[in-house]
């Protein structure tokens, strides 16, 4: 049977992750409610504003499902704003979390000039050399975790990183065409 892997819909760019968990012959199924977590074997959280998305999940009653499925070993994937919903520590302007993994991320890290931009990432752990990454409004991490690698860089700041099955990059692969992040955060499910 194929996997399902469950795509935050409450707001943010959650239509384009489902396109990229379908082309890698997945099922998507969108999470609005805890009851959509039942059968999900992943879960991407979006770019988007975490703001709004924080507000969403305390009002459907996500927040303890979430972090549940977190602390489940099944993988997670967390993009920009979605990175900033698994942070344990929100700065610039602080707001609360999920606490899913050991890092402190500062919003909207980049001056106006580099709000948002495309690039090369220029140091990449084998797999992720190269990888095209999308910045929008993009959220910088500050600190990171005894429990947590470094798989990339940009300009010296970490932009992809990892504890276990739960994954955080300060960009957006659902945006780009390059499937190797997403590929491999659902390596351990078969499609
Ligand atoms: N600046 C947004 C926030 O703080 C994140 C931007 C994004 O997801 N592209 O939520």
Not at 27 to 52: F, I, W
Not at 99 to 108: F, G, M, P, T
Not at 152 to 160: E, T
Not at 165 to 178: G, I, K
């Amino acid at each position: 049977m194929t996997a399902t892997v469950g795509v935050l819909a409450l707001q943010g760019d959650h239509e384009a992750h489902a396109r990229s968990v379908r082309a890698l012959g997945f099922a998507a199924r969108a999470v609005k409610a805890p009851e959509h977590l039942e059968g999900v074997s992943a879960l991407l959280l979006p770019g988007g504003e975490s703001s709004t998305m924080l507000k969403l999940i305390e009002a459907e009653g996500l927040r303890e499902p979430l972090r549940a499925f977190c602390a489940s070993g099944q993988p997670v994937l967390g993009t920009c704003a979605g990175a900033i919903l698994l942070a344990r520590d929100v700065s610039s302007p602080a707001q609360a979390s999920l606490d899913a993994l050991d890092i402190d991320v500062e919003r909207n890290a980049y001056g106006r000039q580099l709000e948002s931009f495309v690039t090369r990432i220029d140091d990449g752990e084998p797999g992720f050399e190269d990888l095209e990454a999308v910045f929008i409004r993009a959220p910088a991490i500050r600190r990171v975790g005894e429990s947590v690698s470094v798989l990339a860089r940009h300009d010296g700041q970490p932009v992809l990183v990892r504890a276990g099955n739960v994954w955080a990059a300060t960009f957006h692969p659902e945006l780009s065409s390059d499937p190797r992040l997403v590929r491999s955060v659902l390596a351990p499910l078969t499609p």
